[in-house]
């Protein structure tokens, strides 16, 4: 399970080299559907993992003002929610015009699940007394 904090940098570990059909450089777009609305979020990042054969590095940022889909820094509204995630390989580098589905090779690299969880002072607990 992936786990992003809002308005925080999130290291992401994960193993999708093993998973790959490209050789070389290989470029990653990450989709995030949330379970309650079904909206998508869209979006790559830059592996930074210094053993990509080992392993695989991504820093995704959560904004909470600002998005920047080409760079890994999104926005994911409401302070918690699940979303399952899919990451996609693609033989070229993705551009605003080219960051959709159809521009990977349909190879699927990864599924599974993301939790977004936002900080502890902005959740609101309701006491009950009995």
């Known amino acids: 399970m992936i786990l992003i904090n809002k308005n925080s940098s999130n290291t992401i570990i994960t193993t999708l080299s093993e998973k790959s059909l490209l050789t070389g450089i290989t470029y990653n777009l990450f989709v995030f559907v949330d379970e309650a609305t079904g909206k998508e979020k869209i979006f790559t990042?830059?592996?930074t993992s210094p053993y990509p054969n080992r392993y695989n590095q991504f820093l995704i940022t959560e904004?909470?003002?600002?998005e920047n889909l080409l760079s890994g820094v999104i926005h994911m509204t409401g302070n918690t929610s699940q979303h399952t995630y899919t990451i996609y390989e693609s033989a070229i580098p993705f551009s605003s015009n080219t960051l959709s589905i159809t521009a990977t090779t349909g190879t699927i690299l990864e599924i599974g699940r993301c939790q977004i969880r936002g900080l502890e002072s902005d959740i609101t607990i309701n006491?009950?007394?009995l």
């Not at 904004?63 to 600002?66: E, F, G, K, Q």
């Open 45 to 47: 990042q830059t592996d």
């Open 63 to 66: 904004s909470a003002t600002t």
């Open 127 to 129: 006491e009950i007394y």
